[in-house]
């Protein structure tokens, strides 16, 4: 069970304070993710989250509105991790290495974080369709694909095109391998690897010949 909120959290978010507001929304949100995770969605009421993060409900209304405005926090929170992750891969010389790179940051982010990857991907709470402006801000937290993607077009490395439509198809590779490797049909990363780099090969300006 994680531990409840230090005492001094909700005194800070009722004072005003920006600093005390952050560290409760993190707190609620880990609570709540960890209840999605452990339990299942049946466990996402506001006085079990109020509960095991050591808060009033009146809190959680007022930061997130409803139980629909919690579950989007949880979703954009799952996208702006991913988004962490992915920038914090370093640059490389070669741009088609570095989009092999973000490629295995992003498997690694979705099996580091299952809670958040089964709300994002695989509708974990019943009912829960995210807004439109969520999916907006969820597609541009992986703009990094597309940047890359870019940047191997101008290099003359990939076919030109839009970058979006090598990521949307380069994504769709990624999410099937992950999803077969997360119910246990693959044992590990190899799939993932010739799914995604099969996609890249696709692009190629100039393939190697066979």
Known sequence: ???????????????????????????LLDVANHLLLTIGPESLSMRRIATEAGCSTTVIYTMFGSKEG?????YLEGFERFRRRLEAVPPHPDCLEHLTALGTAYREAALAEPGYYSLMFERSIPGFTPSERARTL?????NIFD????????????????????????????????????????????????????????????????
């Open 70 to 74: 919690l579950a989007e926090a949880l």
């Open 1 to 27: 069970m994680i531990p409840p909120a230090p005492l001094g959290l909700q005194g800070a978010y009722l004072a005003g304070d920006r600093t005390g507001q952050d560290e409760l929304r993190a707190k």
């Open 147 to 210: 940047r890359v993607i870019a940047d191997c077009i101008s290099a003359g490395r990939l076919v030109p095109t839009q970058p979006r439509k090598i990521a949307d198809v380069l994504w769709a590779a990624a999410q099937g391998a992950i999803s077969l490797e997360r119910a246990g049909h693959l044992r590990d990363g190899s799939a993932f690897d010739a799914a995604t780099r099969s996609v890249i090969h696709r692009y190629l300006a100039h393939p190697p010949a066979s």
């Open 138 to 142: 969820a597609r541009a937290a992986l």
